[in-house]
């Protein structure tokens, strides 16, 4: 099972255009620490790594304590990791580590994953909070490959929508 999780602002960006995540308040954090939890493998691009070693030293202890294997995926095979993180040099290799897989990444490695049939679930957990302008999740349409959401889950200030893909290879 491999589940795409993003948070998004309420207009759909997962950052600010120079990369920044300031818009997102701290605990929407958590939920992706919860998510990590049900896991046995985390996937990220090497970009989305190098991004959260400059997140508070709280957020990624939380994170990087886990007991859960971290996988980033780059095609650099130089690229040094600090001792918590695992490196794959494709997608392929980061999902074979595990069962239960957690992706969250930038567009381009999400993008691929979709693309490639990879994905069972896409979590958006949306705030309400909009940007205006940004990155988005992906580089192509969703749109064939989701429907209505199969499970809203509101919070305060954000709700988690869940998405079964369908599969179109
Ligand atoms: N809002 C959210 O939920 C959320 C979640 C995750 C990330 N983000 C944000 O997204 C941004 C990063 O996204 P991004 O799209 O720039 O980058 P990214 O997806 O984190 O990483 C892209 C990198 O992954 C590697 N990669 C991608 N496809 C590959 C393949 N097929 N084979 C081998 N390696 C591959 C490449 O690394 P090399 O260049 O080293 O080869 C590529 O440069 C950050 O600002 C991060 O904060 C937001």
Redesign the pocket.
């Known amino acids: 099972m491999v589940t795409l999780y993003?948070?998004?602002s309420g207009d759909g960006y997962?950052?600010e255009r120079d990369?920044s995540?300031d818009f997102m308040p701290d605990d929407v954090f958590d939920d992706y620490i919860d998510l990590c939890k049900k896991s046995d493998v985390v996937v990220?691009?090497?970009?989305?790594y190098e991004?959260i070693q400059k997140y508070p030293k709280l957020l990624l202890d939380k994170f990087e304590n886990l007991a859960v294997k971290k996988a980033v995926?780059?095609?650099?095979r130089e690229?040094i990791l600090k001792q918590a993180y695992i490196r794959a040099?494709?997608?392929e290799d980061a999902v074979a580590l595990g069962n239960r897989i957690l992706v969250?990444?930038?567009?381009?490695?999400n993008s691929?994953f979709l693309r490639k049939g990879m994905i069972d679930l896409l979590i958006l957990n949306k705030l309400n909070k909009k940007i205006n302008k940004g990155?988005k999740p992906f580089d192509i349409d969703i749109k064939k490959f989701i429907g209505n959401p199969v499970s809203t889950e509101v919070k305060n200030d954000r709700t988690m929508l869940t998405y079964k893909i369908h599969n179109l290879l």
Do not use: C, K, Q, W
């Open positions: 993003n948070v998004i997962i950052t990369g995540e990220m691009g090497r970009r989305t991004a995926v780059t095609h650099d690229f040099f494709s997608p969250s990444s930038g567009p381009g490695l691929y990155i």
